[in-house]
DNA sequence: GCGCGCTGAATCGCGGTTCAGTCACAACGC
DNA sequence: GCGTTGTGACTGAACCGCGATTCAGCGCGC
C-alpha cells in the first residue's frame, strides 16, 4: 500500500529508481540537520532530487515519513544486534559486544545518529504511541540478554534486567548525543563503546568477594 | 525587562500573582502531555488562567517560553548539585549522591521529567545553541566530580571522565524517560536509582586486582 | 493513444502573534 | 471623603504567514 505498484525502472536514469529509499535517505539528512519540526517537505524533497508531491505517493504524511524512518532502521537495528548475540556465547561478551557495536555503526552514520537521539524524541505521538513498539522490542532484547547472563552466574544478579538495560540504551543515547552535537571527532564513538563497556561489565561482575 | 514593573498586587485575588511562574508551571503540564510542538499557546494560557496575550507580556515567544523553562529549572538543579556535591567528601560518595539526587528530584515531579528528557530534543535551536551552554555547564560538573575522584584514587582512571559523564546523564535520562512514558511507578525511579548507583561505582572502582 | 509515475503551483487551515481596548487601582485636587 | 484622571497589566478576537497537502496535468514507455 505505501510501495508503488511495480516497474519504476528508468532506463535513462542511473539511480536504481528505489525512490522511498532515496526519500528516507534525503529525510535523515534533513532531519538531522534541522530537527523533524523545523524541516520543510520541500526540503526533503529537493534533497531527494524529487518534487513535493512525489513523496505522497510513498508515504501518508510527513509524520508518516519519520515513523517509517524508524521503522525502518530500527527493524535493521534489531536483526544485527539478534545475529550478532546469537554469535557470542557469553553473556559478558554478548553486553559488549552489543554496545560496542552500537555505537560502532552510528560512528559511520552520523545523521542517523543524530537523527535517533534527537528526533525520536520530537513527534510524542511517535514516541508514545509508535516507538513503545519497536522501543520496547529493543529494550526486551537488551533486558534478555542481562537476565540470561545473570542467570548463567556470570553477572550480578542484585539489579533489575530491566533497568539496566535502559541505563545501556540511555548510556549509549547520551554518549552518541554529545557526539553527533559536539565535534564528532572521528574514532570517538568507538573508544567510547570500549570504554562505556568496559565500565558496564565490571560493574556488572557478580560481587567480587567483598561488596 | 522581563518582569512586570511592580505592584501588581490584587488585593481581591488570592493567588499570588507570580504569573510568569505561572505561566511556567502551565507550560510545564502542557508541554509534557503534548509535547512542544503539539502545544497550543492558548493551551499554556487556559492552563495558567490568563489571557493569550499575557503570555507575551512574559516572553517573547512561544520558543522563548520553552528556553526559559529549561533556564530555571536547570539553573535550579544546578545549584542544588552543588551544594550536596560540596556536602559530601568523598568521590564515590559523590556520585552515588549525584545520581540518587536526580531520580530522587524527578520521582516526584513526572512532567518535569517528561520535559527535560522528551522536550529538551523538541527544538533543534534549543539544543544546538542554547542547551550547549548550560548542558555543557552541566556536564562539566559531572566530569569534574569523576576526575577528582580519579585524582584522589578512589575511581579507575583508565576512562575519560567525560564519557562516563556523558553516559551517566544518559543513563539518568534513559530510566527517567522510560519511566515517564511508562507507567512511572511510584518509588521506582529512586529504585532505580540505588541500582544504578551499585552498578556504576562497582564499575568505576579502581580495577580490583586482576583485570 | 494509453496508463502510470511523477510534477509543482495553488490551496487551505492552523495557530503564533499582535494590538486596540478594558479595567482596577493609585494619585491627586478639591 | 470623593470625583477625576493617568497608568499599565491584562485581555482575546482578528490577522497573517507559513507550509503540509492536493490534484490537474504532463510526458515517457509501451
Known sequence: MTEPRFSARRRDDARAGDKRERILRAAVKVFARKGFYASRVSEIAKAAGVADGTIYLY??????LLTSLFEDRITRLLEVLR???DAVPSGPGRVRRVVELQLGLLEGERDLAEVI?????????????????????YLDLMALVIADAQHAGELR????PRIVARAIFGALD????????????????TRAGTQLADVLLQGL??????A
Chains 1, 2 share one sequence.
Open 157 to 160: 544478579a542484585d539489579v533489575s
Open 83 to 85: 545475529r550478532e548475540i
Open 205 to 210: 561482575l557478580p560481587r567480587p568477594t567483598a
Open 117 to 137: 537521539t534527537v528526533n525520536l524524541r520530537q513527534s510524542t505521538r511517535l514516541l508514545k504511541q509508535y516507538a513503545t513498539k519497536r522501543f520496547t522490542e
Open 59 to 64: 508515504f501518508k504524511s510527513k509524520d508518516e
Open 174 to 189: 547520551g554518549i552518541a548525543l554529545t557526539w553527533a552535537l559536539g565535534n564528532a571527532e572521528p574514532g570517538g564513538l
